[in-house]
């Protein structure tokens, strides 16, 4: 996510001195624990570590203590504060240099699970801003949202899939507090998206793991008022919420039966799973039955159907023979060029002609993702280039774009339980200029599938906040896809 830890309006006075407001840079919920590092220099002078803490909930952590706080929950949507303590307390009006440094550590996406029973290696988040900043008491205000142009065309009978979409696609909206859970469900349903609502649980739910029957009470309210229907729950499995060690196996379980008796709670018929492993899924099966719950292990870039890790997958299910076990179809698998929202974003980061020109040839060759991440890192340091100027983008160019055959899909057409329809642009004709949609239309219709296309609009990870309307094009990707199907139909 590329808007970081803080804003243009993140400083605030303090009677201790000063502090920043901080805003979680990534798309989903996160432990405490999950905080590596917070280093802090004001005006060109590093801030000591002992003079740092941070106040959320109301309770006051210090830095070093943060590693530690594997029960408390950074909810997407607070704003914890950075307190610093300065011998004069700070002003509105006061501007101040500043430059934050952060790490995180992400405790569902691990690299290498823990030997011995020490913890595994995870994928880290690192945050490096420098702003000038004047001291305020408020936030930036949310801007005007502009409604839908037209109403949408109705679903004819003979479409072969129901449209809607996961609220991922306004994950740096939602974070940034534009909209509280109502107001986004309320903006989805009036630009006639929908009828399929997926979420990423850990994005949503201020009590996550757990499904309150608070929240549930108003989930149900606002679908019996808009007429949505749930479509698929997105469950991780946070293996390194600790750092001192894994999660056990007793742990994934009950961790993964919390979120499953939450999905049950709010209507879901699917769970997005994040593990396929054989023990794992041997206890969650019987559980699944009872709760009447499909289990869909997602296929995302830069993996396809046929990868050598989905194959893996295949076999486990092979050997389970469960009806309840599936894959969740992800188009970021199916990509035949880089998206332009993010050459757009490495072109900002300082990258010119020559050197897009070259991560774009690179990404095309059929090399292993690894291998393509290090010959692009390797051309930018031969050219004297710092590939830390481009933050994630240099991994996530070859990690969220994968470039196999559309017509691979087939292969496992008859274990696909739902579509993640991602997308990162829609052009002036209307279409997706790095994903051939009417190809994948044709692939899934002809392959027989009959479930939800659920949009994904995941150009939050390389747009800017306020860049586009996100919710706008989901609105124009459904016209997209209606076309398709409308299309392929007419052919076949």
């Known amino acids: 996510m590329p808007n970081g830890l803080i804003d243009s309006s993140s400083l605030r006075a303090h009677p201790e001195g000063l502090a920043l407001s901080l805003t979680l840079p990534w798309y989903r919920s996160l432990w405490l624990s999950s905080v590596t590092s917070l280093k802090l220099a004001i005006d060109g002078l590093q801030v000591p570590e002992g003079d740092l803490s941070l106040e959320l909930g109301g309770i006051r952590y210090s830095i070093a203590d943060l590693p530690a706080q594997s029960e408390t929950l950074w909810f997407l949507q607070e704003h914890?504060?950075?307190v610093v303590r300065r011998d004069r307390p700070a002003s509105p009006g006061d501007e101040h240099d500043i430059h934050l440094e952060g790490e995180l550590r992400l405790p569902y996406m691990q690299i290498a699970p823990g030997q011995d029973g020490n913890p595994g290696l995870y994928v880290p988040n690192f945050v490096n801003q420098q702003l000038q900043l004047v001291v305020t008491d408020r936030a930036a205000p949310a801007p005007g949202l502009s409604a839908a142009e037209t109403p949408p065309p109705p679903k004819a009978d003979e479409d072969p899939f129901a449209l809607g979409l996961t609220l991922y696609s306004a994950s740096a909206e939602f974070r940034a507090g534009w909209y509280d859970f109502d107001g986004l469900l309320n903006r989805v349903a009036g630009l006639g998206i929908g009828p399929g609502i997926e979420i990423v649980a850990s994005q949503v739910l201020p009590t996550y793991p757990v499904v309150t029957d608070e929240f549930a009470a108003d989930w149900h309210a606002a679908f019996d008022r808009h007429g949505f229907t749930a479509s698929s729950f997105g469950a991780n499995l946070d293996m390194g919420r600790r750092r001192d060690r894994d999660m056990t196996p007793d742990e994934e379980y009950k961790f993964t039966e919390t979120l499953f008796h939450g999905a049950k709670k709010l209507g879901f018929p699917l769970v997005r799973i994040q593990s396929a492993k054989p023990d794992l899924l041997r206890r969650l099966l019987?559980?699944?039955?009872?709760l009447e719950l499909k289990l869909a292990y997602e296929i995302h870039a830069p993996l396809g159907p046929n990868s050598p890790e989905i194959m893996k997958v295949r076999d486990v299910y092979a050997e389970l023979d469960s009806p309840?076990?599936?894959?969740?179809?992800?188009?970021s698998s199916t990509m035949h060029s880089m998206s332009p929202t993010l050459l757009r974003a490495v072109r900002r980061a300082g990258l010119d002609d020559d050197a897009v020109a070259q991560l774009q040839a690179i990404w095309a060759t059929d090399a292993p993702m690894r291998a393509r991440q290090e010959e692009f890192i390797g051309y930018l340091k031969g050219r004297d280039f710092d590939p830390a100027r481009l933050g994630s983008f240099a991994h996530l160019a070859f990690n969220m774009h994968g470039h196999i055959d559309p017509k691979e899909w087939a292969d496992v057409m008859p274990?696909?339980?739902?579509?993640?329809?991602?997308?990162?642009?829609?052009?002036?004709?209307g279409n997706e200029p790095a994903i051939d949609y009417p190809e994948l239309v044709r692939v899934f219709v002809e392959g027989g599938y009959r479930g939800y296309w659920s949009s994904e609009w995941e150009g939050h990870a390389f747009a800017e906040l306020g860049e586009v309307d996100p919710l706008l094009l989901v609105r124009r990707q459904h016209d997209l896809i209606r076309r398709s199907m409308r299309g392929a139909l007419t052919s076949a």
């Not at 019987?286 to 009872?290: D, G, R, S």
């Not at 309840?324 to 188009?331: N, S």
């Not at 274990?415 to 004709?429: L, P």
């Open 80 to 82: 914890p504060l950075l």
């Open 324 to 331: 309840l076990l599936g894959f969740v179809a992800d188009f």
């Open 286 to 290: 019987p559980l699944a039955e009872q």
């Open 415 to 429: 274990q696909i339980m739902h579509v993640h329809a991602k997308f990162y642009d829609i052009d002036d004709a």
